[in-house]
């Protein structure tokens, strides 16, 4: 049984910490606001004057090349992976990668503004594969508690799905600070594991979002990859006509014909890429010209942009 005093007592410590960790949040939200204080230059000449020290190559092993055909047209997009939010289903994908299991499959579910999905479809234990490595659904990996150290950027402390949003190695992440969790956010172009209503059903299902963001599926399904180019043939996929994927495709329609991953190829064959660095001085930069545009078209500035409203830079590497 509590005594009154005891349970005052809990009480005030409760209250103790719940001022604590809004004080995080305040501090939080204050040091960002320095941070990204408004400036004269618009994003496109931020990205343009940035200094090569500002930016990355993209891993050849953390790097996917897709070729998909679209009605006999072959188009290639090209994913970098994360690994240390999700290195469960990384891992799975390239290795499942290696072995072909999406090879000559199609994005048999792409849906308007939501999801382009797509992968193999089994229709019963008899069309399983034999596997030599990973497998063919894992563990989901809905968040991680990993310390994301001095490469993550807090950003937005008013995010309506998490406590905070920041950046962390070229993703946008949300964040709970009491719990002190985190995960990427499904915005525009992210990869992502489809799944059954049982959490670790995951793993053959992959999805990229093709529309605005679509926050509500944080930390229901896992995120652990990114389109850095080719977004354009993702939206060029043939729609289907419900949610259940039910779609009439011809043969050479919505087929992933090959993924590889990067480091397989011939040096030479490999997509050449870097990302801005988010812990950059360029990037704070950039963050500051979305939340206000001060370009002379502009009438209204909102000082505020949403983490996934910023598209994080890519380019070729020179």
Same mark, same amino acid.
């Given at each position: $049984?509590?005594?009154?005093?005891?349970?005052?007592?809990?009480?005030?410590s409760?209250?103790?910490?719940?001022?604590?960790?809004?004080a995080?949040?305040?501090?939080?939200?204050?040091?960002?606001?320095?941070?990204?204080?408004p400036?004269?230059?618009?994003?496109? =000449?931020?990205? &343009?004057?940035?200094?090569?020290?500002?930016?990355r190559p993209?891993?050849?092993?953390? $790097?996917?090349? $897709?070729?998909v055909?679209?009605?006999g =047209? =072959?188009?290639?997009?090209?994913?970098?992976?994360l690994?240390?939010?999700?290195?469960?289903?990384?891992?799975n994908t390239?290795?499942l990668?290696?072995?072909? #299991?999406?090879?000559?499959?199609?994005?048999?579910r792409?849906?308007d503004g939501? /999801?382009?999905?797509g992968?193999?479809?089994?229709?019963?234990?008899?069309?399983?594969? =034999?596997?030599?490595?990973?497998?063919?659904?894992?563990?989901a990996e809905?968040?991680?508690?990993?310390?994301?150290?001095?490469?993550?950027?807090?950003?937005?402390?008013d995010?309506?799905?998490?406590? &905070?949003? *920041?950046f962390y190695?070229?993703?946008?992440? *949300?964040?709970?600070?009491?719990?002190?969790?985190?995960?990427l956010?499904?915005c525009?172009?992210?990869?992502?594991?489809?799944?059954?209503?049982?959490?670790?059903?995951?793993?053959?299902?992959l999805?990229?979002?093709?529309?605005?963001?679509?926050r509500?599926l944080?930390?229901?399904?896992t /995120?652990?990859?990114?389109?850095?180019? *080719?977004?354009?043939?993702?939206q060029?996929l043939k729609?289907?006509?419900?949610?259940?994927g039910?779609?009439?495709?011809k043969?050479?329609?919505?087929v992933?014909?090959?993924?590889v991953v990067?480091s397989?190829?011939p040096?030479?064959?490999?997509?050449?890429?870097?990302? $801005?660095?988010?812990d950059s !001085?360029?990037?704070?930069?950039?963050?500051?010209?979305?939340k206000?545009?001060?370009?002379?078209?502009?009438?209204?500035?909102?000082?505020? #942009?949403?983490?996934?409203?910023?598209?994080i830079? !890519?380019?070729?590497?020179?």
């Open positions: $049984m509590i005594t009154f005093k005891t349970h005052a007592q809990l009480l005030i409760l209250a103790a910490l719940t001022l604590t960790a809004c995080t949040i305040t501090e939080n939200k204050q040091s960002s606001e320095d941070l990204f204080a400036i004269k230059a618009g994003p496109y =000449e931020v990205v &343009e004057q940035s200094p090569d020290s500002d930016w993209v891993s050849a092993d953390n $790097m996917l090349v $897709m070729t055909s679209l009605a =047209e =072959e188009r290639t997009v090209v994913f970098e992976l690994p240390d939010l999700a290195s469960g289903h990384v891992a390239q290795a990668v290696k072995q072909g #299991i999406f090879d000559n499959t199609r994005f048999y792409v849906i939501f /999801v382009a999905q992968g193999p479809m089994f229709d019963d234990d008899s069309d399983l594969p =034999e596997l030599t490595e990973g497998r063919l659904s894992i563990p809905l968040t991680s508690s990993i310390d994301l150290g001095e490469q993550y950027l807090a950003f937005d402390g995010d309506g799905f998490a406590d &905070e949003t *920041g190695k070229g993703f946008a992440v *949300g964040r709970d600070i009491s719990e002190q969790k985190s995960w956010l499904h525009y172009g992210v990869l992502a594991a489809g799944r059954a209503n049982d959490p670790d059903t995951g793993g053959t299902e999805y990229i979002v093709n529309g605005p963001a679509q509500y944080d930390r229901n399904t /995120v652990f990859g990114r389109v850095l180019e *080719g977004m354009d043939a993702i060029a729609r289907t006509q419900d949610l259940s039910a779609v009439e495709l043969i050479d329609e919505n992933i014909k090959q993924i990067a397989q190829l040096p030479g064959q490999r997509p050449q890429l870097e990302v $801005m660095r988010t !001085v360029s990037f704070k930069q950039l963050l500051a010209a979305r206000n545009r001060n370009e002379d078209w502009f009438l209204y500035q909102h000082n505020y #942009i949403d983490a996934c409203g910023v598209a830079p !890519v380019r070729l590497a020179d």
